[in-house]
Structure formats: structure tokens, C-alpha cells
């Protein structure tokens, strides 16, 4: 039966990440990926923002990996000619009582080592952003946005070059423990081999991927829920030049309807945060009023028939009570050495691929 020492499933921008810092460090390593082509999910679905890490509890993964990631990703992005614009963002508070929560934020967000943020007030504002509406806001000018494709291929083409194999429409459906690691089924071949590490970065279904390894979902609180986000367009040219988000009240799944640019300047609004059974890229065309008020509550002037449908993503979102951090574990003290599983990779997990990538580079390494 043939072998391999490391297997990553997933050719998200995780797994690709992984499959990256892996191959150079000198693993023999094989990605199984059941598209045809890599980046196929949440990884093409998202906003395209490198966050500065002002929003997750101090001290989680999520906080510690975007602040180190969103580094990361900007030299990267310069070694690689990857497109980015550093274009900042700004967290509004639209009226005088909502101050304070700024400030609390504000706090977060040095205590986790987001860089330069600043309180601004009316006159600041006024002069980056004539036309948002707010009383004070947090400037964060380090947050920026990439092209994700761009990231994925240069990460794609430099795990080739490390030696990593890729064998796309190829999907994990059974995984077996062995003595030498574990025995792994792919379909539609159904081709069996044996891993020593296998590496669960199946985005929307890692929690089946850990269930196939042997994880017990609900002692482990693994289980991912979809929540959808849609976002609108803005058929005009943009009044704003900088991502405009509003203040992220408690309970909100998701950092609530915000204005966010890609490279080529195309305003979007988005994303809401739906529950779904199944993953689902539909856009309600009958949510245009709910995104136009929420877009005019950040922007004035914005005119309502020029929002349009435009794209939505799935988040794999842990249940449970407040924010969950990331789960990125080797699960060695549940009876499975050699497996190690990211289980709700949701935002930031962009900004964090390759900060992430060395954590897991890290767990293999002690293994
Ligand atoms: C609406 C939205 C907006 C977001 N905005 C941002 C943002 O602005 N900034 C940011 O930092 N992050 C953002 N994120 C989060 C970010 O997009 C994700 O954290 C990241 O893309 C997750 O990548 P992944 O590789 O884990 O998942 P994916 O890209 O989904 O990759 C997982 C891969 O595993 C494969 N797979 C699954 N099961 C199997 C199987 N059985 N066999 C073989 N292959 C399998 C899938 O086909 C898929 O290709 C956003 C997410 C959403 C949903």
C-alpha cells in the first residue's frame, strides 16, 4: 500500500499555506482537494481584508495569528508581487453614546497589538471621509486589502516547487487509525493509502473530516454551523476610500454590514450572516432595502437602485456561547497522535494563513 508521511486535506488557503511552509521544511507532503481546482470555497467567498486584529478576545489564536498573519501577509504580498492595497479602515460611531464602546475597542485592540489605531473625532473624520456619517470613529490604518486568487496561486505554485503533490477531485470519505498513522480513502477511486500526519483543512466540513479520524463532535464541540453572508454592490463610483465598518455590537454573527473596496475600487456592502443547512451562494434579490438602510446609516448620499446582488460566502462557525477562537490542534490526548485538525477557520482566517501555517509547521515539528 502505498504511503506518505504528511496529508493535508484542503486546498483552501490553509491548506495551501500548510502545503507551503511544510514542503520547504522538508516533509514529503500530499494535498487532497475535491474540487478540480484549489480555492474553490470560503477561500474565493470573502471580503479580501487583512485585518489588524482589533476585535478578538486578547490572548486567543484569532487575535495572536491575525496580528502576527496580517505582518506576515504584507511581506509576502511585497516579495511576491501579490496585489495589495494598504487603504485603512475606519469603525464608526454614529452617535455620541456609542463613544465609549469605541474606546473599549480601541483598548482590545492595542492590548492585542494592532498597530498605530487612533480615536478620531468629527474634524478628522471629516477631512478623511467627507461623506460617512459619524461622531467619532477608530482609525486603523494598517488594515488592507489583498487579492485572495493572487495569494492562492503563488502559494499553490511555491508548494509545488517544495515537492508537495496535489491531486484535486479527490475526496477524503473514510479514515481509518492504523498502526502506522492512518489509513485514508479517497473517492471517486477509491484509492486507500497510509499517513503518518494527516492535516484536516476542510474549511465548511473539517468537523466531518475529524469525525471520520475518530473525534467525538459534541464531547469536542467541534460541530460547524453554516451562516451565509451576502453581500450587495454599489453601481456607482465609490464615496468612500477607506473599509467603513460600524461598531460590532454584542450577539452579532459577523462584524454587522460594512462598506468594503477591492483592488479595481468597486464598492460592496455586505456580509449579513444567515443561518443555512447547507452551503448556499444565492444572493436574495429582495434584501436590497435591508443593505441600502444599513449602507446609508455608515454613508450619505448613496442611492438606493444602484445596490445589486452581488456574491456570498459561508462561514464555518463554532456553536456554543460567545466569540470561539480557532480550533488548531494535535489531538494526540484524544487517542489521535498525528492528527491535527483546524476546525472553524472563520475570519480572520485569511489574514492568518501563514502565521497559521507556522503554527501547524510547529505542531508537526513536536510530533
Ligand atoms: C463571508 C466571509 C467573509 C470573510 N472575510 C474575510 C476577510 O475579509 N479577511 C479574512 O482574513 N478572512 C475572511 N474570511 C475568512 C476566510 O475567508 C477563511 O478563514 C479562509 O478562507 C478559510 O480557508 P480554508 O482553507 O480553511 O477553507 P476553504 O477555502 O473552504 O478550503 C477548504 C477546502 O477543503 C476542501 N475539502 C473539504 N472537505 C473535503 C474532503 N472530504 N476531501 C477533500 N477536500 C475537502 C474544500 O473543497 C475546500 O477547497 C471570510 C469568510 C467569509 C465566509
Known sequence: ??????????????????????????????????????????????????????????????????VDGSRALYRYCEQHSIRYQRIGKLIVA???????????????????????????????LRALEPRVKAVAAIHSPHTGIVDAHGLMRQLYHEAQAGGAV?????????????ADGYLVTVEPENYRFVTDILINAAGLHADRIAALAGVDLDAADYRIHFWKGSYYSYAKPSPVSRLIYPLPHAGLTGLGIHATLDLGGRLRFGPDAEPVYAPDYRVDPGKQERF???????????????????????????GGQGVRDFIIRHEADRGLPGLINLVGIESPGLTACLAIARMVGELVRAI
Open 166 to 178: 496535489f491531486s484535486f477531485g479527490s475526496r477524503v470519505t473514510a479514515i481509518e487509525r492504523s
Open 292 to 318: 441600502f438602510h444599513a449602507a446609508a446609516s455608515l454613508i450619505d448620499g448613496l442611492e438606493q437602485e444602484s445596490f445589486a446582488p452581488d456574491m456570498a460566502g459561508v462561514r464555518p462557525k463554532l
Open 1 to 66: 500500500m502505498d504511503s506518505v508521511h504528511t496529508t493535508v486535506v484542503g486546498a483552501g488557503v490553509i491548506g495551501l499555506a500548510i502545503a507551503s511552509a511544510l514542503s520547504h521544511a522538508g516533509r514529503d507532503v500530499l494535498v487532497l482537494e475535491q474540487h478540480e481546482h484549489y480555492g474553490q470555497e470560503i477561500s474565493s467567498r470573502n471580503s479580501e481584508v487583512i485585518h489588524a486584529g482589533i476585535y478578538y478576545p486578547p490572548g486567543s489564536l484569532k487575535a495572536r495569528l491575525c
Open 94 to 124: 454614529r452617535m455620541q453614546d456609542e463613544e465609549s464602546e469605541l474606546e473599549t475597542l480601541l483598548r482590545a485592540g492595542q492590548a492585542n497589538g494592532a498597530r498605530d489605531l487612533a480615536l478620531i473625532g468629527r474634524e478628522k
